[in-house]
């Protein structure tokens, strides 16, 4: 098993940036796909971004193309959402995840997940 630990988020004004860290222990962190998933107040949670245990693979939602960056450091255990242009559409409590599988934007397909951390976008 891998636990996860997300940190980072906080209120930050429509444009700003902010970097969301996954901090995983237990089991090795490498071996698992990474996602980052968000929910906001009255919406299902929807995937973000995903990146592969291995070969450097990435996927994103289209909301977040070109805006999100996913990244993992293996060695370090930690996985990151660097997220530029923010807006208040961005405002969720964002998860990470880590999966068995290869990367998906299912989320029922990642078995572990950290307890979130709370990304609120001001107008």
């Known amino acids: 098993q891998v636990q996860l630990v997300e940190s980072g988020g906080g209120l930050v004004q429509a444009g700003g940036s902010l970097r969301l860290s996954c901090a995983a222990s237990?089991?090795?962190?490498?071996?698992?796909?990474m996602g980052w998933f968000r929910q906001a107040p009255g919406k299902e949670r929807e995937f973000v971004a995903g990146?592969?245990?291995?070969?450097?693979?990435?996927s994103y939602a289209d909301s977040v193309k070109g805006r999100f960056t996913i990244s993992r450091d293996n060695p370090k255990n930690t996985g990151y959402l660097q997220m530029n242009s923010l807006n208040p559409e961005d405002t969720a409590v964002y998860y990470c995840?880590?999966?068995?599988?290869?990367?998906?934007?299912?989320?029922?397909?990642?078995?572990?997940w950290g307890q979130g951390t709370q990304v609120t976008v001001s107008s």
């Open positions: 237990g089991r090795t962190f490498s071996s698992y796909a």
């Open positions: 995840a880590a999966s068995d599988y290869s990367v998906s934007a299912r989320a029922s397909l990642y078995f572990y």
């Open positions: 990146a592969s245990w291995i070969g450097g693979y990435t």
